[in-house]
């Protein structure tokens, strides 16, 4: 009998970090924490420390497994009828659950009250950094409201997709205590330019429409009802279409397929064709763009608070790891030119996360602020273009921190880089915002005086900030063509960073001006002058 071969163990597991879960989102955000209280959230916090820690552990932990496991149309049952049913893993429902039970959705609202808005997009900060799939119908519902609230006729559905109340099940409205909402605009021939839309808008003797076309891109497919763009006899209208028709019966579109994208895993996106389906008009026939202005505003909010949420994570990610592992006999952290690295993350995200704050503002005051609504009108749009096209290589610097480790699925890191270029996607691309800031300077004679206030309220504390303002307002003199859309959008947005984090007296203030506007920064991160004070700027970043 031949006697067992001897185990040889070969290694000691050594100098790796331990497991980044179990913390509190919110209680290690004092960027996050001192943005919500300065621009008027404050009446919030008890909401806001417990969704913190519910988003970084449970949420956290769901994510991956939401993601893992996508999901999946059917679009027949076993006796050949048609449902088309797209299945979730169990982990998609709990997150929703969390999400709308907790306010994501709804909070701004069904709470209501000044600072709301405000505290509603740090909730949506704090879920899209464990989970971004789910984000897309949250998001969603959450400014479809807006749009239903102008018909007094849809009242239910607005107070329903506000409730914070989740139900998944595949029944008519009525039958439901809350609800989420979806959107379909874009069409083969046309992404952002709306108004080619083919899809037809007929109008009944009852008053309702049918609609027969397609779309191309379905967000959300499994909600319980969409807001659709189509061509009515007067032009391009909203409509409000339901999943589910009153009597029960599925109303008539199809689900063709779902899409097979780059990230967004957790998230059913789907491309549909309209053969008839029931649906009722929102505003004016021919207003269908006006209607849902104000939907797209919010939209392109959370794309901008996505973004920064996303960066908020990553960074998290590489201080936790950096601290926790060795080389050449020091901490990866205490390393000069990868502190450098790590404090310049930090810098970026304070100032994406402030910024986006202070939108939030904006929109909270909005209905009773000429002025806040004015710069909400151009800031969600400089916002979404510049904080969302700094997420992707901002992910990646972060990767490299971890190394090899930041590259695997077992890391959240993959699954961010894989995110992160989708806000810049979503609710119109880059030159679509660029083009959007061009046109409120040169057409809405608000806008230009609302910023020149923003902006002088804090000239005078640095020379940089100073030197680089009045350069921007030479280019804004000159007239700038629209080939320099991009430019004028990104002086403007690194001038609003700029004097948000000057009004606030934050700690990154100086290091930011210095290296964004003063020219001591290179084209990568990692590159800040040797006069930040590296050490502290990791310290405030993550306790």
């Not at 989740?166 to 909402?181: C, E, N």
């Not at 083919?198 to 076309?213: H, P």
């Not at 009515?232 to 779902?258: I, V």
């Not at 909270?364 to 096209?389: I, L, N």
Request: glycine content about 8%; hydrophobic content about 45%; charged content about 20%.
């Amino acid at each position: 009998m031949t006697s067992a071969l001897p185990v040889f163990e070969t290694h000691e597991v050594a100098n790796q970090p331990p497991p980044f879960g179990s913390r509190n989102l919110w209680a290690d955000d004092v960027a996050l924490s001192e943005a919500v209280q300065r621009e008027g959230g404050a009446a919030f916090i008890d909401t806001l420390q417990t969704y913190g820690a519910i988003a970084g552990d449970t949420l956290y932990r769901l994510g991956f497994d939401a993601n893992r496991d996508r999901p999946r149309l059917r679009t027949h049952d076993p006796q050949g009828h048609r449902i088309d049913t797209v299945e979730f893993h169990p982990a998609y429902h709990q997150l929703m659950e969390l999400a709308k039970r907790h306010g994501v959705a709804g909070l701004s609202w069904h709470e209501g009250g000044p600072g709301a808005h405000v505290a509603r997009a740090a909730l949506s900060f704090l879920h899209h950094q464990a989970d971004a799939g789910t984000s897309c119908p949250l998001t969603m519902t959450h400014a479809a409201v807006a749009v239903l609230r102008q018909d007094p006729l849809l009242a239910e559905w607005a107070e329903k997709a506000a409730a914070p109340v989740y139900d998944p099940r595949d029944v008519p409205m009525a039958d439901k205590a809350g609800i989420t909402l979806g959107m379909g605009m874009t069409e083969k021939q046309g992404g952002s330019d709306v108004r080619s839309n083919t899809t037809r808008a007929e109008r009944r003797d009852n008053g309702s429409y049918a609609l027969v076309g397609h779309k191309w891109f379905f967000s959300a497919p499994m909600s319980d009802a969409f807001l659709v763009l189509a061509q009515a006899a007067g032009g391009l209208t909203c409509f409000l279409m339901p999943r589910r028709l009153a009597d029960g019966n599925r109303n008539a579109f199809r689900l063709m397929r779902l899409k097979e994208k780059l990230g967004d895993w957790s998230n059913a996106s789907s491309e549909i064709e309209l053969c008839g389906a029931w649906a009722r008009r929102v505003g004016a026939e021919g207003r269908g763009v006006a209607t849902i202005i104000g939907m797209v505003m919010m939209t392109r909010l959370d794309c901008m608070l996505g973004a920064a949420a996303e960066m908020r994570m990553a960074l998290a990610q590489a201080l936790h790891h950096t601290r926790h592992r060795s080389s050449f006999g020091r901490r990866l952290c205490d390393h000069p030119l990868m502190a450098n690295v790590l404090a310049d993350l930090a810098i970026e995200s304070e100032a994406a996360t402030t910024f986006a704050m202070r939108v939030a503002r904006a929109v909270d005051q909005a209905p009773q602020d000429a002025q806040e609504a004015a710069f909400a009108r151009v800031a969600t749009a400089v916002g979404k273009y510049w904080v969302c096209k700094r997420a992707a290589v901002f992910v990646n610097e972060a990767q490299e921190c971890l190394g090899g480790a930041g590259y695997v699925e077992e890391s959240i890191l993959p699954r961010l880089y894989r995110q992160a270029p989708l806000n810049s996607i979503w609710e119109g691309s880059g030159n679509i915002q660029c083009l959007d800031v061009l046109r409120a300077l040169a057409r809405e004679p608000q806008v230009l005086p609302v910023l020149d206030a923003e902006l002088d309220a804090v000239a005078g504390r640095d020379a940089d900030y100073d030197r680089a303002l009045a350069s921007l307002r030479e280019l804004l003199a000159a007239t700038p063509s629209e080939a320099q859309a991009r430019v004028v959008t990104e002086r403007l947005a690194l001038l609003l960073q700029a004097a948000v984090l000057l009004r606030a007296g934050s700690p990154m203030a100086p290091a930011f001006v210095r290296s964004r506007l003063g020219g001591a920064h290179g084209a990568a991160f990692g590159t800040l002058p040797d006069e930040v004070d590296v050490g502290a700027v990791m310290a405030r970043a993550l306790p």
